[in-house]
């Protein structure tokens, strides 16, 4: 067992703590990870806030890590002590029907265990203060050491610098995908980036690298504008200076609408008007954030039955243990950007004022 800091979140809506947690060595099939960085992502606040229906207290967040292999279970043997890894939140185990079919990257091999914050047989490897602690999303970053499912690591390149790639984990993998993957964004199209967070930029610099020729970025705060012009926004506008719904002034901007549209927010009503602001007879509309539990996404049946097509992303449908380790390829040989997502460096023991810098929208 080893002994660690971790940050837990012992109950909903309160800040997270930082604690000396006991770790249990990995089981048959599973690896316990060193984390050396971690980031912060909205999905973590959104479970922290207790709207997660799947949301499990206490229970120790995080899911854009990087680290090292330090010892493996019994029938581990993709990974070794020593390896360098991202965790993963969308396994690959490449048996079910999931992994098996090439238009899916959703395997289902460990959901139903992993959306209960517990192993694969069902028990936690977290324990603190004489009580069990729950996993989260089949990562938990936030803590020194980790463990997860042999099916749960991707094995990177050991020269990798940790503090920049852990964000493969999540953000940039997912908006990037969302272009190239989900969407198919093809060259000299026109796409619309609804929310300029982490997660929108990589949808941009995606649609970029798939030679978009015009990309518009929609953000009500105008400070992350400068920065979404640097990874390749054309233009960018908020809805706020329009007394006309956003989706209109897109739709005469762009002769009738844009060719892909992305929502990078989780806001039901934004969803309605990146779909909308999609043109007819071929715009697609990925919806790339999370909404709340409950909500639901509305339109007019017409809108659809004119040519318009509403899809869903997750994870930017990478395959995640053939992918990742060809993300980090790719930026280490500087075809995507991944530095200049990092606006923070932080101490783990000030981990709260990295979600209070992300709620501020800095």
């Known amino acids: 067992v080893i002994k ?8 909903a809506g309160k800040p997270l703590s930082i604690e000396e947690v006991e770790v249990a060595p990995p089981k048959a099939h599973e690896v316990r990870i060193k984390i050396v960085a971690t980031a912060v992502c909205h999905t973590d606040a959104y ?8 949301g499990c207290f206490p229970v120790i967040l995080g899911h854009e890590g990087a680290g090292i292999v330090e010892s493996v279970g019994e029938g581990v043997t993709k990974v ?7 965790p993963l939140y969308i396994p690959q185990c490449g048996e079910c029907k999931f992994c098996k079919n090439p238009k899916t990257n959703l395997c289902q091999k460990i959901r139903i265990t992993q959306g209960k914050g517990v192993m694969p047989d069902g028990t936690s490897r977290f324990t603190c203060k004489g009580k069990q602690i729950y996993h989260f999303m089949g990562t938990s970053t936030f803590s020194e050491y980790t463990v997860v499912a042999d099916i749960s690591v991707a094995k990177i390149d050991a ?14 993998s997912t908006g990037y995908g969302a272009a190239l993957n989900t969407a198919k964004v093809e060259p000299g199209s026109t796409c619309a980036v609804f929310g300029l967070g982490g997660v929108g930029l990589a949808v941009i610099m995606g649609c970029k690298i798939a030679g978009a020729s015009r990309i518009i970025g929609i953000d009500i705060n105008k ?3 400068a920065k979404a012009k640097e990874f390749g926004a054309t233009e960018c506008i908020s809805p706020q200076d329009s007394k006309k719904p956003i989706q209109e002034v897109l739709v005469e901007m762009t002769d009738g609408g844009v060719d892909y549209s992305f929502e990078c927010i989780g806001n039901v009503g934004v969803m309605r008007a990146a779909l909308e602001a999609c043109h007819k007879g071929w715009g697609v509309s990925v919806i790339v954030g999370v909404a709340a539990a409950g909500q639901e996404i509305s339109t007019r049946p017409f809108q659809l039955v004119t040519g318009r097509t509403w899809k869903g992303t997750a994870f930017g449908g990478w395959k995640s ?12 040989s500087k075809k995507i950007k991944v530095d200049e997502f990092v606006t923070h460096m932080l101490p783990f ?7 209070e810098l992300m709620h501020s929208g800095k």
């Open 4 to 11: 660690c800091k971790a940050a837990v979140a012992w109950e």
């Open 47 to 54: 479970t922290l806030s207790g709207a997660d229906p799947e």
């Open 80 to 86: 070794k002590k020593g390896d360098t890894v991202i």
């Open 159 to 172: 020269a990798a610098p940790l503090d920049k790639v852990c964000l493969l984990g999540c953000g940039i």
């Open 223 to 225: 400070d992350k504008y």
């Open 321 to 332: 243990v053939d992918n990742v380790p060809k993300l980090v390829t790719e930026y280490m």
């Open 349 to 355: 023991d000030k981990i709260n004022e990295a979600f």
